[in-house]
Nanobody, 127 residues
């Protein structure tokens, strides 16, 4: 059963922007820290951004700081968005939405802190 559903990926030119969205059931994930990770071919999955359940805490991976922005809307369905600007070919990857195992902020950038994952949406940055 897929609990997190990502959308918004595609082919983007260098310097361009794209916004990813992730929809999750609010009843299940409304009080969880949510995050985005990415995985490029031949590389390990890496932390991109995280946002606490109430939006009070946020964090970004070093590679995306100042260019990406994470946000969320808490309602019957949780919508977590990742605005990606000034894209480079190095941003090409499969992007995953993830839900933390709890409302805690601890381990926000650790894969093992997240127990629910989407299937990923591909972002390709190329001219």
């Amino acid at each position: 059963q897929v609990q997190l559903v990502e959308s918004g990926g595609g082919l983007v030119p260098p310097g361009g922007s794209v916004r990813l969205s992730c929809v999750a059931a609010g009843r299940t994930f409304g009080s969880r820290t949510m995050a985005w990770f990415r995985q490029a071919p031949g590389k390990e999955r890496e932390f991109v951004a995280a946002l606490s359940w109430n939006g009070g805490s946020s964090a970004y991976g070093d590679a995306v700081k100042g260019r990406f922005h994470i946000s969320r809307v808490n309602a019957d369905d949780i919508v977590v968005r990742l605005q990606m600007n000034s894209l480079t070919p190095e941003d090409t990857a499969l992007y995953f939405c993830a839900a933390h195992k709890s409302a805690a902020w601890s381990g926000f950038n650790q894969l093992t802190s997240y127990t629910a994952w989407g299937q990923g949406t591909q972002v390709t940055v190329s001219s």
